[in-house]
């Protein structure tokens, strides 16, 4: 499916399907959704351009992701989608000529619906390729940011699970440790929201990069002073993604380490208790041997003595571990 968008009379006019074939030439921005062999057709003959293919946007080498050919560029970059329930990066190639941007894509992302949006209230934005192009970053690079506002307090949110301080209640205390199951997954998920967001802006950095240098001669008013404040935004946020990704490694093994202590404290404590119950074993097993010579056996208070013997023998080994702290 092939949406074209274009400035008329100063507004924003918007041609969706056959009617866009016809609108192909006067608009500025050409959104191609899943393209047909048709669609590459209509646009190899309305423009000249001919559109990378799905397999071909999938290819990781730098030069089969930024190249300019017919006096095209053409630039394909990851953008997240799917964050809320399941982040996925997508490739999307743009293509920019001197008086045309093509955005091809085969997945729904935010921004292409935000830039939309602001190209509704603020039709300026795609008064040229340039323009359009530039304001399509900044929304792309918005989005990130909101991505990693939000990693970042989740992140924050689960610190505060794991460092609070102890329940007093045994039960609460226990239940409390049993979330911290589901709090490894809460940091996996976080993990994988950073990561991708991470890639995605690596791709648009290069992306990015690689159009003001190549585009240098096409840009018009402060398309180059915003297309710099672009890249310095997207490296800020990779250092802030690298950050939450390290903040990320910190949470899971202070996760794994409490879950770690909490096992053995209980290991602990059944390893305490049978050496506690070691030497009143060791004397109701020397008195239940069946030798005929045990004097023992004939005293009065005989069984009285081997009773305290044991309680004696299970106490001590007790007030010594408690002397030094191991309970």
Known sequence: ??????????????????????????????????????????????????????????????????????????????????????????????????????????????????????????????????????????????????????????????????????????????????????????????YDLASKVRESLVSLGRAVAFFHHAASSWMEGDAEVRIKTVERDIRALAEHDTYLSQKTNFLLDATLGLISNDQNKVIKIFSVVAVIFLPPTLVASIYGMNFKLMPELAWYLGYPMSLALMVLSAILPYLYFKKRGWL
């Open 1 to 190: 499916m092939i949406y074209a968008y274009g400035i008329r009379n100063g507004e924003l006019f918007t041609a969706t399907g056959p009617a866009a074939e016809g609108e192909l030439p006067q608009a500025v921005w050409i959104d191609v959704v899943n393209p047909t062999p048709d669609d590459d057709k209509r646009l190899l003959g309305r423009l000249g351009i001919d559109i990378p293919t799905q397999d071909e946007m999938k290819e990781i080498e730098p030069s089969s992701r930024l190249y300019e050919e017919g006096g095209a560029l053409y630039m394909t970059a990851l953008l997240t989608w799917n964050a809320e329930k399941d982040p996925q990066n997508t490739p999307v190639a743009f293509v920019i000529t001197p008086k045309h941007l093509v955005t091809v894509r085969y997945e729904e992302p935010q921004p292409f619906r935000s830039f939309i949006a602001r190209c509704t209230k603020q039709p300026k934005q795609i008064t040229s390729s340039t323009f359009a192009f530039v304001g399509f970053m900044e929304v792309i690079v918005d989005r990130a940011a909101d991505l990693l506002e939000r990693c970042g307090a989740e992140l924050d949110a689960v610190s505060a699970d794991i460092f609070r301080q102890a329940p007093s209640s045994k039960a609460v205390h226990l239940r409390a440790r049993a979330d911290l199951e589901g709090v490894i997954r809460r940091i996996g998920r976080q």
